[in-house]
T-cell receptor, first 112, second 115 residues
């Protein structure tokens, strides 16, 4: 199966609630990134966490990384309808160089 | 330019035809990447350029796919004898060396439909 698998595949919440998405990967990584994609077109970089970091914040986003479990989570607090999108984790690693390996994504729907 | 520009945004072609997809990266970004994304899937790596040379082309699915970046800026992805299975969104990204803390900047993609 593909490196970088997101869980859940789809998530539907109400505006104001928190959304948590998880990502697992298989091989050693240098960095893990989260991207957002609207309507199946361009991806927007959200946040990058390095393999020696455990947690990172950016606005309403919080990312954690557990290299022992090869997993990461993305938390969006106080969600808004405009957060509705697909979210992908992507890793680059020691054997893959700077190319990114993406998971299959989580489709988040925030209902107003 | 301010962002990564991809043209055309949509391309419909007949099976067996040749297509070219263009990517204009952010000025000064030395690294350029091509990815392909099928419906409901995550992007899959195709090829990576560092400057003018292809540093990693291991993701190209077969010899019908080829990409160039002759002057280290604009890149063209070329697909010969297109097949219906080639239908996908083709994404281009650029970065400064190694991506850095700002990640990779993606274009809006070219949606290729082979009929």
């Amino acid at each position: 199966s593909q490196q970088g698998e997101e869980d859940p595949q789809a998530l539907s919440i109400q505006e104001g609630e928190n959304a948590t998405m998880n990502c697992s990967y298989k091989t050693s990584i240098n960095n893990l990134q989260w991207y957002r994609q609207n309507s199946g077109r361009g991806l927007v970089h959200l946040i990058l966490i390095r393999s020696n970091e455990r947690e990172k914040h950016s606005g309403r986003l919080r990312v954690t990384l557990d290299t022992s479990k090869k997993s990461s989570s993305l938390l969006i607090t106080a969600s808004r309808a405009a957060d509705t999108a697909s979210y992908f984790c992507a890793t680059d690693g020691e054997t893959s160089g700077s190319r990114l390996t993406f998971g299959e994504g989580t489709q988040l729907t925030v209902n107003p | 330019g301010a962002g990564v520009s991809q043209t055309p945004s949509n391309k419909v072609t007949e099976k067996g035809k040749y297509v070219e997809l263009r990517c204009d990266p952010i000025s000064g970004h030395t690294a350029l990447y091509w990815y392909r994304q099928s419906l409901g899937q995550g992007p899959e790596f195709l090829i990576y350029f560092q400057g003018t040379g292809a540093a990693d082309d291991s993701g190209l699915p077969n010899d019908r796919f080829f990409a160039v970046r002759p002057e280290g800026s604009v890149s063209t992805l070329k697909i010969q004898r297109t097949e219906r299975g080639d239908s996908a969104v083709y994404l281009c990204a650029s970065s400064s060396l190694g991506g850095g803390a700002n990640g990779y900047t993606f274009g809006s993609g070219t949606r290729l439909t082979v009929v």
